[in-house]
Structures are given as C-alpha cells and as structure tokens.
C-alpha cells in the first residue's frame, strides 16, 4: 500500500510557444513537481507531467516493470507534445532526470534538459546487492524522507518501499545513462543539494565533468534535501529554471 499525502495523478497545465516535459522520482509521482510547474506555468510555459507506469496506485504494480517501458513512455510522450509546440524542453527529478537525460540522447530535436537530483552515486549501499537480493525478497523498507522544510512530506505522494527487481532495473539505467553522458549536445541545467542524503556531490560532479561545459551549467542548493522540487529552496530550482529557459534560442526551422 502506498502513503497517500498528496494527489498522485498526472497533470497537465496548457501554455505557449514552449511546453516542458517534468518526469517524477522511482516510486514517487508527479505531484513532487507540482510547485515548480505551476511557477514555470505562471510564466507562460505549457507543462506536461506524467505519472510514471508502476507508479501512483499499489507498490504490487512496480514491482514487475523494466526500465524499457518508461523510456518507451517518455518517447511517445515526447512525441505527442512536439506536435503542439514549437520548443519541447525536459526535465525531471531523480530518475526522472536519467530518463531525461536519456530522452535528450535519444531525440535531439529537443531544446534542452534540466535534471535535479540526478542520481549518480546513490548513497545506499544496499544498491550494491540488488541484483541478488531480487532472488530472495520482493521489496525492501526506503530510508526516511530527508526535508529541511518539515511541511515538505505533506505534499508528497510516495510508496514506502523498494521494489527491489525494479530498483535494479533503475540501477542498470543509471549506468547505461551515464555511461553515454559525454555525448549529449544538448544545453542543461543541472541542480543538486549539498545535503542530499540520496545522492552524492561526487557523483553529481562526475556526471557534470561529462557533459559539455560550454551549454552546461551547475547549480548547489545549500538547505535541501533530495527532493529538492518540494523542499526549503524549491523557489530557487523554480528560478533558475527559468531563466534556464529564457535563454534556450528558438529554431523555426529556418
């Protein structure tokens, strides 16, 4: 059973010329990313943020999935929304950041990428035995939320456990992705917490040296935790997203 603290459905805002693509954490759900879009929404952007198949309903239902699904939704999702705009920018939080990450490798016709929190270097050491743990146990008890800002969980839908056979499908994502960082051409924003008790200053900054540092650019927050589109200086992730965003150019396809 999940802990129901906030509405775990899909959400789409209608905007302008602009629509960002937000994608949600490993057995979270879009309303994580709800202030953030709604700011961005504020500005004029369109915003689209999909729940994440497994996600949103009973943690029996992400158990079984494998990382190919959610990469072949991002792709239709991708698809669809360029047909109603003239700028597609995609961004996500956790793994959702590796699948955006993935989508800016896999269509470059995308106008960038902004990843927060981007899970190179988990922390938990448990991710080292997933692979065989999968034999054994189906799910494993998540660490606690970690938020500076203690009304943050409040606005957070979540399931209380890792399905562990799709913690190692994530896993054998992150690799893959990161692996093939160093060929992205695409601008990016990339925004971590020097906090974050999930992932790793060093693994952010590994993944940064990979990317182009001419159209990438970082950015610390000093008093968040890993879900840092929720938490204390989520204000801050919406500004810089922003003007992230003002300075994308526009191509008509001239």
């Known amino acids: 059973m999940a802990i129901v603290k906030a509405d775990p459905h899909p959400f789409s805002l209608p905007g302008g010329d602009t629509k960002v693509l937000l994608l949600h954490g490993f057995t979270g759900s879009p309303c994580c990313l709800r202030p953030l879009a709604e700011w961005l929404n504020a500005r004029g952007y369109g915003v689209e943020a999909p729940l994440l198949i497994g996600h949103g309903t009973d943690l029996e239902d992400l158990i079984p999935v494998r990382h190919r699904q959610w990469t072949d939704q991002v792709d239709a999702e991708i698809r669809r929304l360029q047909q109603s705009c ?3 920018v995609v961004g996500g939080l956790s793994l959702g950041s590796i699948l955006a990450l993935q989508a800016g490798l896999r269509h470059q016709q995308v106008a960038g990428l902004m990843l927060y929190s981007p899970p190179i270097g988990v922390r938990d050491r448990r991710r080292f035995f997933a692979p065989l743990l999968k034999h054994f146990v189906a799910t494993l008890p998540k660490p606690a939320d970690h938020f500076e800002d203690p009304t943050a969980s409040n606005r957070r839908w979540s399931y209380h456990r890792y399905p562990v056979a799709c913690s190692a499908q994530v896993l054998q994502l992150i690799a893959q992705v990161s692996k093939q ?4 051409t695409l601008p990016t924003l990339v925004i971590g917490s020097r ?48 003007e992230f965003l003002g300075r994308l150019p526009f191509d008509d396809g001239n």
């Open 86 to 88: 003239k700028r597609l």
């Open 181 to 184: 960082a160093k060929q992205l």
């Open 195 to 242: 906090k974050d008790k999930v992932v790793s200053q060093q693994g952010i900054g590994q993944l940064v040296r990979r990317l182009d540092p001419e159209i990438t650019s970082l950015h610390w927050l000093e008093d968040s935790g890993h879900v840092i589109t929720l938490d204390q200086e989520w204000r801050k992730v919406a500004s810089l997203s922003e």
